[in-house]
């Protein structure tokens, strides 16, 4: 039987196309392949608020914000501000009347309260706890963590060395673990009677950074504690007038925290101003400024004095009574064409410059029909314009004035219409209500007559001063939190993180060679081991794990005191 050649494979381009497609093609159910699969809505917002959280608790969000928030406290500290000083701001708002509107609804005149400094203040807040929480627990870890496992090739550390020492290998990593004193360091036996030691040190440089960022936050949050069950009232008080107790209706000015609904506050009274007192160099510059005040604390407390002082403050109850600022009460005898005294009144003028240049008004509403109203400028240290205004000289009242417009008509107070009681609405003066009577520049004792006779006299002047109440619940942790910033700052420049590395080899084991020593000794720089005591080949290592620079020194150092014999005596 004559066997028949098999015939040739045909080639790929005579396939069959149909054939091809029918046998590449797999049902659905029996294709090994995964579908990819795509996240639904949820998902996708899943995922975009973990990667959201991420960037808003990294580091460099951190720093940002923060940098945000020192440049939005700019503005604080070169505008005046309402809570501080609202004369200061009505004073710049009547001298930048258009700037004033765009600064005051971007909240520029009172920025810590602003929506926008809130915002960066509340996201700097998270920031900085989703950062420090996840550190804390890696920290505490690494911290009862041992230092790591010696390296076997020393040599190749940034910075290595090697020396020879007597003893065995144990007691020569027992003498080093003594002299490694400051270090926290692990000794450890491998085979072949190799003893490694771990030595590493600077840990309180993680400390000192989580300690500055822990601060921190603890820092906003005793501010925010402030912010939100803190209250601030501010009242003008003259000498001799009656005081006033801690209610929000006898305040000129409350700023209460977001959570103070203004009752429950603390009960006390100031119950009078007794005198204010201010000393001044011989150069006139002001030196001291002292209120001697008579306060009251709960119902039926007995009269107490105190003298306060700038940055003296009075504390009672959890609140602390501060002097804010002062100035004069010019006094005037008003007397009726019989002689009769009807009027005698001091009135505050509020401070316009650096001399104390005040102005102010006087109304008399009941005493004199028509109705009375003085309107000028009191100068402590005065000196004529020319022009029948006054200035100011000093700040010391040395030759008090005033000049004064008399005004007599109606004062427009049944009108419903909100004034000032430091100065006469003008709209009223426009429609001819109040009409001018006279202008005049009186000095103590003197007086002006009007033309029904009625006179007026300027008796000279008593002092106010500007009391503020402040109750601010945060502010020990504010104290305390500041200055474990500087401390964490302090511990985070001037710690650095070391490592170094101890293997000590019995020095019979490394005369043998590495075929027999069982791994590649080290390079000895002394002298191979002669007969006599037990010795030891050291090999060292270093590692350092922040500012590199200079290391190599200080390795130098470490390595001199671990090979000195005469180190364990100096210890």
């Known amino acids: 039987m004559t066997a028949t050649p098999e015939s040739p494979a045909r080639p790929a381009d005579d396939a069959d196309p149909g054939a091809l497609a029918v046998a590449d093609v797999q049902?659905?159910?029996?294709?090994?392949?995964?579908?990819?699969?795509?996240?639904?809505?949820?998902?996708?917002?899943?995922?975009?608020?973990?990667?959201?959280?991420?960037?808003?608790?990294?580091?460099?969000?951190?720093?940002?914000?923060?940098?945000?928030?020192?440049?939005?406290?700019?503005?604080?500290?070169?505008?005046?501000?309402?809570?501080?000083?609202?004369?200061?701001?009505?004073?710049?708002?009547?001298?930048?009347?258009?700037?004033?509107?765009?600064?005051?609804?971007?909240?520029?005149?009172?920025?810590?309260?602003?929506?926008?400094?809130?915002?960066?203040?509340?996201?700097?807040?998270?920031?900085?706890?989703?950062?420090?929480?996840?550190?804390?627990?890696?920290?505490?870890?690494?911290?009862?963590?041992?230092?790591?496992?010696?390296?076997?090739?020393?040599?190749?550390?940034?910075?290595?060395?090697?020396?020879?020492?007597?003893?065995?290998?144990?007691?020569?990593?027992?003498?080093?673990?003594?002299?490694?004193?400051?270090?926290?360091?692990?000794?450890?036996?491998?085979?072949?009677?190799?003893v490694t030691v771990a030595a590493e040190r600077g840990y309180l440089r993680e400390t000192g950074n989580l300690l500055f960022h822990a601060a921190l936050v603890v820092l906003l949050a005793g501010i925010a504690a402030g912010r939100l069950w803190g209250y601030q009232g501010t009242v003008l008080v003259t000498e001799g007038d009656p005081g006033f107790c801690n209610a929000v209706p006898l305040y000129d000015s409350f700023r209460p925290g977001r959570l103070v609904d203004g009752s429950g506050l603390a009960p006390f009274c100031i119950d009078k101003l007794d005198d204010f007192t201010a000393s001044y160099d011989p150069d006139g510059t002001p030196s001291e400024f002292r209120a001697d005040i008579t306060y009251t604390v709960g119902e039926g407390g007995s009269p107490q004095q105190y003298p306060l002082r700038v940055n003296e403050p009075l504390r009672v109850e959890g609140v602390r009574v501060y002097l804010v600022s002062h100035g004069f009460s010019p006094r005037f005898t008003v007397r009726s064409p019989q002689g009769k005294v009807v009027a005698d009144v001091a009135a505050p003028f509020l401070p316009q410059d650096g001399a104390l240049l005040s102005e102010g008004a006087v109304k008399l509403l009941d005493e004199v029909r028509p109705q009375l109203a003085l309107y000028g400028q009191f100068a402590p240290t005065a000196v004529s314009s020319g022009d029948g205004s006054l200035r100011s000289a000093s700040s010391q009242p040395l030759a008090p004035g005033v000049a004064v417009v008399v005004y007599r008509g109606d004062l427009g107070l049944d009108s419903g219409r909100p004034q000032s009681v430091y100065s006469i609405d003008q709209r009223q003066v426009d429609s001819g209500a109040l009409k001018e009577v006279t202008t005049a520049t009186l000095t103590p004792g003197k007086s002006t007559t009007l033309d029904d006779g009625t006179t007026i006299t300027f008796e000279g002047y008593r002092e106010w001063a500007t009391i503020q109440v402040n109750r601010d619940p945060g502010q020990l942790s504010v104290l305390l939190a500041s200055g474990a910033v500087v401390l964490g700052v302090l511990l985070s420049l001037a710690v650095r993180r070391r490592r170094v590395f101890l293997r000590i080899t019995p020095a019979e084991a490394v005369s043998r060679g590495p075929e027999q020593a069982g791994d590649d000794p080290p390079a000895v720089e002394d002298a191979a081991p002669g007969p006599g005591p037990a010795r030891s080949v050291v090999a060292v290592g270093g590692l350092a794990r922040t500012d590199a620079g200079g290391f190599n020194s200080e390795f130098a150092g470490v390595v001199e005191r671990l090979r000195d014999p005469a180190a364990g005596r100096k210890d």
């Open 27 to 194: 049902p659905a159910e029996l294709s090994t392949q995964p579908e990819p699969v795509r996240p639904g809505p949820a998902g996708s917002l899943l995922a975009a608020a973990r990667n959201g959280w991420r960037r808003l608790t990294s580091m460099r969000t951190a720093l940002v914000l923060l940098f945000l928030l020192a440049l939005a406290s700019v503005p604080g500290s070169l505008l005046p501000q309402r809570p501080l000083n609202p004369i200061k701001v009505d004073r710049y708002v009547a001298d930048h009347p258009q700037l004033s509107k765009v600064l005051d609804a971007a909240g520029f005149f009172d920025v810590f309260a602003a929506p926008w400094f809130a915002a960066i203040y509340l996201l700097l807040f998270i920031s900085l706890l989703g950062c420090v929480v996840p550190r804390l627990r890696l920290h505490a870890q690494a911290m009862l963590s041992p230092p790591p496992v010696v390296p076997r090739r020393l040599e190749r550390l940034p910075e290595s060395g090697s020396y020879e020492a007597e003893g065995t290998p144990e007691a020569v990593a027992a003498e080093a673990a003594r002299r490694l004193r400051g270090w926290r360091t692990v000794t450890r036996t491998e085979p072949g009677g190799v």
